[in-house]
């Protein structure tokens, strides 16, 4: 079973703020929030995560709720080649050894609009 | 320059035919994913691996068989058993230490089977 729920679809103005939101009301405490993107027949390419507090990178912000089940990605200003699926997942943050399944749900799919 | 690497890209094969799509890293990850795409979907995991010699199966790991002799190597094989192998085929790894935990995927094979 997913352990996200997120949108299938969203559109967003060129130029505008592309906030994408996941809900991921399960998570454990030792589980941090992934997002991937993947643009049409290509990987998936990592962008950002985050545990509890708000993260920021070049790609884009997180943003994660008090209560940690739910969280925003937002892509400050979206250009056409941000058109993309966005994935959000849940996974603990392993050292010392141990993988789990990373499993991804079916996304969001982002289309930015000229 | 570190990667992961999928070959080849596009793949085709006769019905009945046992087909293995190679997948190799060199960024000294220690756990390796196989995920499958259909138009349209999510990605679905088919087996993973935490380390040499030891894999798991993933959600949908009929009709697949893996092999992790080496930890930069973890090739997928589709057999005759496999019942609609036609799809997009997807291969990463993460780093089991340290905080950067993000997975990396490589560029997919996509196979047909006629």
């Known amino acids: 079973d997913a352990k996200t729920t997120q949108p299938p679809s969203m559109d967003c103005a060129e130029g505008r703020a592309a906030n994408l939101p996941c809900n991921h009301s399960t998570i454990s405490g030792n589980e941090y929030v992934y997002w991937y993107r993947q643009i049409h027949s290509q990987g998936p390419q990592y962008i950002i995560h985050?545990?509890?507090n708000n993260e920021t990178n070049e790609m884009a912000s997180l943003i994660i709720t008090e209560d940690r089940k739910s969280s925003t990605l937002i892509l400050p200003h979206a250009t056409l080649r941000d058109t993309a699926v966005y994935y959000c997942?849940?996974?603990?943050?392993?050292?010392?050894?141990?993988?789990?399944?990373?499993?991804f749900g079916k996304g969001t799919h982002l289309i930015i609009q000229p | 320059d570190g990667g992961i690497t999928q070959s080849p890209k596009y793949l085709f094969r006769k019905e009945g035919q046992n087909v293995t799509l190679s997948c190799e890293q060199n960024l000294n990850h220690d756990a390796m994913y196989w995920y499958r795409q259909d138009p349209g979907q999510g990605l679905r995991l088919i087996y993973y691996s935490q380390i040499v010699n030891d894999f798991q199966k993933g959600d949908i790991a009929e009709g697949y068989s893996v092999s992790r002799e080496k930890k930069e190597s973890f090739p997928l094989t589709v057999t005759s058993a496999q019942k609609n192998p036609t799809a997009f085929y997807l291969c990463a790894s993460t780093s089991q230490t340290g905080m950067n935990t993000e997975a990396f995927f490589g560029q997919g094979t996509r196979l047909t089977v006629v």
């Open positions: 985050g545990l509890k």
């Open positions: 997942i849940v996974r603990v943050a392993m050292t010392g050894g141990g993988a789990d399944g990373l499993t």
